[in-house]
Each structure stands twice: as C-alpha cells, then as structure tokens.
C-alpha cells in the first residue's frame, strides 16, 4: 500500500464523535458566520456524513433559509417552506425525519426548547440506517444550534438569515429586547409569538427563570411608532432592573409606572407581570388596564378565574404613591395562562368579524389537543390571526402562555 494509499484509506475511516465535536468547537471560536455551516459540513464529513445544510427559521416562523456553504446550489439558497415540506415538519414537530428514496434525515435545532432551525444530514447509505451515525448526527445538529445562537448577538449574517423582509425602526428596537420565544425547565415552559414581526410598534413580552420562578411580563404601549416602541423597551428595563435587584411584582409595576411618567410622559401602557412558582404552583399577577388572563385547565377555559379588577394603566404616575397588590391563585398540574394584548382579539377580518376570545381559545385548544407542542400552537394560532385579517393587522398582537407541568 502506498503512502497515498494509506491516507485514503484513514480519510474513509469515520472519526470519533467526541473528537470531532472537540475539534469542531475548537475551530469555532475563531470562525466568522460565513464559515459556520462549512465547518459544521467538514465534521460531519470526519464522522462519515457525506453532506449537511444549516437551515433557520425566519422570525414569522414560516420558511427554513440555509446559511451559506461552499457547496451549496443555486437551487437551495430560497430555502423550504415550514408547513409545506420535510423540514419543516421536524422543524414543527422537533422530531428527526426521513425523506423517502435518499436517506436524508432533518434533524431539528432547538436552543434548550427553543426552535432556531433544522440540520439536513446525507449519509452514504441513509444516516438513519445506521444507530451510531444516527446519534452523531443528532449531537452534530445540537452543537451546530449552540455555535449558531453564541454568534447570533455579533454576527449579522445569522440575524439576516432569519428575516425575509427589512425591519422598522421600532421593531428593530424591540427585538434587540425581546428573550428566546420559548423558555422552559422539567417544571414549567413558557412561549410567546409577536406580529407584526416586522412592523410591531409598542407590543413587548419578557419571561425569565430566577430560584424557581418563572417571571412573566406582556406590555402593550399606546400608538404604533417609534416612541411607542421605546416606551416598551424602557418598561422591560425597569422591569428587568427591579427584577433582578430582587423587586417584587408590586415594585416592578410601580418601577414601570414612575420611569415612562418622569422619561415618557403622556406615554400610557398597559401590562401584566406575573409570576408561577414552578414547585408550588402558586401564580400571582398585577393586571394594569390589560385584558385579563385566562386559565386553561383540562381543555378548557375556565370562566372568569383570572378576571380581576384592573388597574389603572402605567404611566399616569398613579402607581407610585398607590402600590397595587398582586392577585393569587393555585394552579393544578398541566394548567396553561394565557396573556395577549387587545390586538388578538380586536382583530378584524374585512367584512368586520371580530377574531375574539373564544377563537382565540378553540385555536390554542385544539391545537394542543392535536398533540402539537406549545410553540407550535402558537405559531398556528398566530397564522390563524393573519389570515384572518388578510396579513394586514391594524394593531399589535402578541400572545404569551405558560404551562405548568411539575415532575412528579
């Protein structure tokens, strides 16, 4: 055997999967976006994976976009559609799938359990055909999610690949604020959808796990423009301050209260901020002039369980000398909270129907009940919304909903 006999030979060999991740993670340190995909692409080569592709969802969650690669064909730089085509289904159903005839699998990246995109993965003979390239494939496509979200925060190629369309100056400015879609843990998860993605003017959400507790926050700032996005993005602050300086949901609203009255005067904004003790299951909740939230428990709403009275809404400066009280109730396990601004439910189609509450409702309902996870049914909910009102929302809609589901 020849010495280039030899190393033909050594290059057919599949590496081990520890090795190659370390030496993919070690590569990727110094790497730029634009060389992400390709270096994913040669590990995969190393572990006996003839090719992969990198896909991510845009921010409206309706089509997969590669990222770009050496090798990648004229053909696949428009990407795949999420509710038409094999990618997107695991990319819907975060479950690895097989496309009939020629082996390819798609293997969802989900960041912890939020959805970022899918990894197409070619073998040789079908990568599902064998239980050990099966495997390094699936942690290939974790490790890939990972890379991709650590360099989303600097890198713009991987921020353009998940939009379709150019941003408006608020939304821009209220994305920049905006946590993952979907948080969780083995005791509670939580998941929010925005529209107009890239249009929305005052609408904000926040959730956060701290000792526990699952924090929840959904504003909704008076007007549609620039100030009504920056209005939102100082409530998140306020909120996020008082939060993590150990504030409680009474000092919280009050905090957003006397910040938008002395910056953002005659800038009203309505709110919830809301906490579930994810051991206990104890919810507790400030509702300022918001629509109140309800309680799904057993595949139904249950009338009237979280409808309080509210208060007034933040930025009259009411709320400083006045600290509201914040309202508690006992959750059962599976019990899911739904929190939207009036945008959901106001919405009209154009011979006026209202989309309401109880749409709203039966959408989210048998959506679950059809087995879908919760992100999903949200994002069916929220294409359910726009065709409702022909893609054209005259307000902000936003939709948050946290399910408690403790570990026995």
């Known amino acids: 055997m020849t010495a280039d006999d030899a190393d ?29 995909a390709d270096l994913v692409g040669e590990a995969a080569h190393r572990l006996g994976i003839a090719r992969t592709r990198l896909y991510l969802a845009d921010v409206q969650q309706r089509r997969l976009t590669p990222l770009p690669q050496s090798d990648l064909a004229v053909a696949e730089q428009e990407g795949v559609d999420v509710d038409r085509s094999l990618a997107g289904l695991a990319y819907r159903t975060q479950r690895i799938h097989r496309s009939h005839g020629d082996g390819t699998m798609w293997f969802p990246m989900v960041d912890g359990i939020e959805r970022i995109g899918v990894m197409q993965a070619t073998g040789p003979e079908g990568v599902g055909r064998d239980a050990g390239l099966l495997e390094a494939a699936r942690a290939l496509a974790s490790l890939a999610t990972l890379l991709v979200v650590s360099k989303s925060s600097h890198h713009d190629l991987l921020v353009r690949a998940e939009r379709v369309r150019p941003m408006s100056l608020q939304a821009e400015l209220l994305w920049g604020f905006m946590p993952p879609r979907t948080i969780g843990t083995d005791r509670a998860t939580s998941t929010a959808v925005m529209e107009p993605a890239y249009d929305v003017g005052g609408d904000a959400f926040d959730h956060s796990f701290i000792a526990g507790v699952l924090h929840l926050t959904l504003l909704d700032a008076m007007g549609h ?72 428990r057993d595949g139904h709403v249950l009338p009237g369980a979280l409808e309080r009275p509210a208060r007034l809404p933040l930025g009259y400066g009411f709320h400083t000398p006045h600290t509201p009280a914040a309202h508690h109730v006992r959750l059962q396990p599976g019990d899911r909270v739904l929190i939207y601004s009036d945008g959901i ?26 087995g879908d996870n919760a992100p999903e049914a949200l994002r069916r909910l929220i294409q359910n919304l726009l065709a409702h009102q022909v893609h054209r929302l005259r307000d902000d809609a936003t939709i948050l909903l946290a399910e408690w589901h403790p570990t026995p």
């Open 8 to 36: 033909a030979a050594a290059d057919a060999v599949p590496e081990g999967l520890g090795a190659v991740l370390a030496w993919l993670l070690e590569r990727s340190h110094g790497a730029s976006a634009v060389q992400l």
């Open 225 to 296: 423009d620039l100030a009504s996005g920056g209005a939102s993005a100082v409530g998140l602050a306020a909120c996020r301050s008082t939060r993590r300086s150990g504030g409680t949901l009474p000092e919280i609203a009050t905090a957003i209260d006397r910040t938008l009255a002395e910056w953002i005067p005659e800038r009203l904004m309505t709110a919830v901020v809301a906490e579930l003790d994810t051991l206990h299951g104890d919810f507790a909740w400030i509702n300022c002039g918001h629509p109140p939230p309800l309680l799904i």
């Open 345 to 370: 439910t106001e919405a009209r189609s154009p011979d006026g129907d209202l989309f309401g509450e109880q749409r709203l409702t039966d959408t989210v309902i048998r959506s679950t009940a059809s």
